[in-house]
């Protein structure tokens, strides 16, 4: 019983250590493909030319995205078929990207119904957070507008 304990002492103070902090690599790199289906019942798409919407017909292959996780709780989110990656800028517009960069990188939350909401890591707009969404036309939302509470936040990541 003691030597149980003592290791697992030892483990939290390994893991607590300053190399160690926050590092799980067999979280990091974890590739998910599927579809987000939004609480307004559109699909997340991500057309050829960059341009980000919503999109109602379930077949289409640019709504297939690849949820790639870059940290624990944070994920880049690219389109298969177009290669984009969804970005959101200062302004908090939502684009397409060619290239990978911090635009691209958005925390996962799971919320109490169900539902994964994603959030800018880079840009916030008066203190708060600035969340991928889409209204009831399947058009995105702007980042500043949108709360963690609002339904066109929410997506249902839907295998494919």
């Known amino acids: 019983m003691r030597r149980r304990l003592w290791l697992g002492l030892a483990w939290l103070l390994l893991a607590q ?3 160690a902090a926050g590092s799980y690599p ?3 790199g974890d590739v998910r493909w599927r579809r987000l289906f939004s609480s307004t019942h559109f699909f997340l798409r991500v057309d050829p030319s ?3 919407q919503g999109t109602r017909w379930r077949q289409d292959q640019n709504s297939v995205v690849e949820i790639r996780s870059v940290r624990v709780g944070a994920v880049a989110i690219k389109a298969v078929h177009s290669g984009f990656y969804v970005a959101m800028n200062r302004r908090g517009r939502l684009y397409g990207s060619r290239a990978y960069s911090v635009d691209c990188r958005f925390r996962e939350r799971i919320e109490e119904n169900g539902y994964n909401t994603y959030a ?6 008066q203190g708060r957070p600035m969340f991928l ?3 009831t036309r399947g058009i ?6 949108t709360r963690r509470h609002q339904l066109s936040t929410h997506f249902l990541p839907v295998l494919v």
């Open 140 to 145: 995105p939302r702007r980042g500043g507008r």
């Open 133 to 135: 969404a889409l209204d």
């Open 17 to 19: 250590a300053p190399g």
């Open 50 to 52: 960059g341009r980000v």
């Open 26 to 28: 067999h979280l990091e």
């Open 120 to 125: 800018s890591l880079r840009w916030r707009r």
